[in-house]
């Protein structure tokens, strides 16, 4: 149905999206401010995968 077909095309849109998002991040980087209010959405469990994530990968790369 069309309804299936359209759900799979927000899928894929939301996705792309969120790469375009990580990838923007990644090379402009983003202000304390809207990480902050960004983390603040995520539920404990997420926020200690975050947290350890930008321990391990983001802020050793940070002198680029």
Request: proline residues 0%.
């Given at each position: 149905s069309s309804?299936?077909?359209?759900?799979?095309?927000?899928?894929?849109?939301?996705?792309i999206a969120d790469m375009a998002g990580a990838i923007a991040e990644a090379y402009y980087g983003a202000d304390r401010e809207m990480k902050d209010i960004a983390l603040s959405y995520l539920d404990l469990d997420l926020l200690d995968i975050a947290e350890e994530f930008e321990r391990r990968f983001v802020l050793p790369n940070s002198h680029k």
């Open positions: 309804s299936a077909a359209s759900d799979v095309y927000k899928r894929q849109s939301d996705t």
